[in-house]
């Protein structure tokens, strides 16, 4: 079953990428992609090819990560190396740390901010 992509999805994500910005940070090449896209959806209906489908996908990816979800998504990476590695094991409590929301947005904020590496290692 192929995708197709129509101008209303089109245009929300356009006004969507003005609104918050995410529209400048593409390069020139993909903006234009994606203004062509718009303009080929309004004239003359949803776009079904998958190639181009996918490379829409893929700017329309950049379009929707904002600050939150990039925070969130490096909370969630720090979360996942530290229950994969000893720090789990070491502190308990950071098991029950992990599973609050609250708590994921800080890490990924505290990373975000001081780009640094957490390092928990145990001292001999």
């Avoid at 003005?18 to 203004?35: E, P, Q």
């Avoid at 329309?60 to 990039?70: E, F, K, L, M, Y």
């Avoid at 979360?79 to 708590?103: N, T």
Wanted: net charge positive; charged share 25%.
């Amino acid at each position: 079953m192929y995708r197709t992509i129509g101008y209303p999805d089109l245009l929300m994500l356009w006004k969507k990428g003005a609104r918050n910005g995410s529209i400048r940070r593409l390069s020139s090449l993909k903006k234009g992609l994606f203004r062509c896209a718009l303009e080929y959806c309004r004239r003359l209906g949803p776009i079904s090819n998958p190639r181009l489908v996918g490379m829409i996908e893929g700017i329309a990816d950049r379009i929707r990560n904002t600050v939150g979800q990039r925070i969130w998504r490096r909370g969630l990476d720090l979360a996942h190396q530290w229950l994969g590695g000893k720090v789990a094991s070491i502190f308990p409590q950071v098991r029950r740390w992990l599973c609050e929301d609250p708590f994921l947005f800080w890490l990924g904020t505290d990373a975000m901010v001081n780009h640094r590496r957490w390092v928990m290692v145990q001292k001999k």
